[in-house]
């Protein structure tokens, strides 16, 4: 708080008016992210993380800015991205915050499809079959019931009779379960004739 006086030919004025100045506004701190992000899942589209000296009384601004939100008490979620955050108060913003990058939501693999007809057991072998049209060689596949069943490297599955359902899963994501397929029970083989009694030979007559 400052007055001033003026001097000339040896004489003072009176002490002027006081002048205050304020305090130099304070520049909020750099962001920090706490801990570990959290990235998306088969479920969830967005990540989130959280700015450990978060501040109320400041606002946060996150670059690039799409399809973000900060919760109350700092908890930042956002689309897969690279961002960057910075702090203002009092006119004064903060330098720019260390990256904080969101991965890409895992993809759901597809629903499995049945491809064409269902080859049903015969007399001679006990097991149906079908194959997957859209198998990918990058999903693990799960067929309930799967007592029996095997999958070759070509998405043919061989299993015995019974309805069965699949799903593929991939990145930790599972997909939704197909349509059933039945395996008929094995076509039972007739059994073999038995003579009953004696022969009757031909006679003369």
């Keep these: 708080t400052y007055t001033l006086t003026a001097s000339a030919n040896g004489c003072i004025s009176a002490a002027s008016a006081s002048v205050i100045i304020n305090a130099q506004p304070e520049t909020p701190a750099v962001p920090v992210v706490l801990g570990n992000v959290t990235q998306p899942t088969c479920a969830v589209a967005t990540g989130s993380f959280t700015i450990s000296n978060y501040n ?44 904080v990058t969101i991965n890409a939501q895992p993809e759901t693999p597809a629903v499995p499809v049945v491809l064409g007809n269902v080859t049903q057991p015969t007399c001679a072998v006990a097991t149906g079959s079908f194959t997957i049209s859209n198998f990918d060689l990058n999903n693990t596949y799960d067929i309930v019931p799967s007592a029996g069943v095997t999958i070759s490297s070509t998405g043919l599955v061989t299993a015995p009779a019974g309805t069965y359902t699949l799903t593929a899963s991939a990145n930790g994501c599972t997909s939704a379960a197909s349509a059933s397929v039945t395996i008929n029970a094995q076509p039972e083989t007739p059994a073999v004739p038995v003579v009953l009694g004696n022969v009757t030979q031909p006679t003369c007559a």
Aim: with cysteine; charged share 0%.
């Design 56 to 99: 109320a009384a400041n606002a946060y601004n996150v670059s690039p800015s799409n399809g973000v939100t900060i919760s109350a008490n700092g908890l930042v979620t956002a689309p897969a991205g690279t961002y960057t955050l910075t702090a203002s108060a009092n006119g004064c913003i903060s330098a720019a915050s260390a990256s």
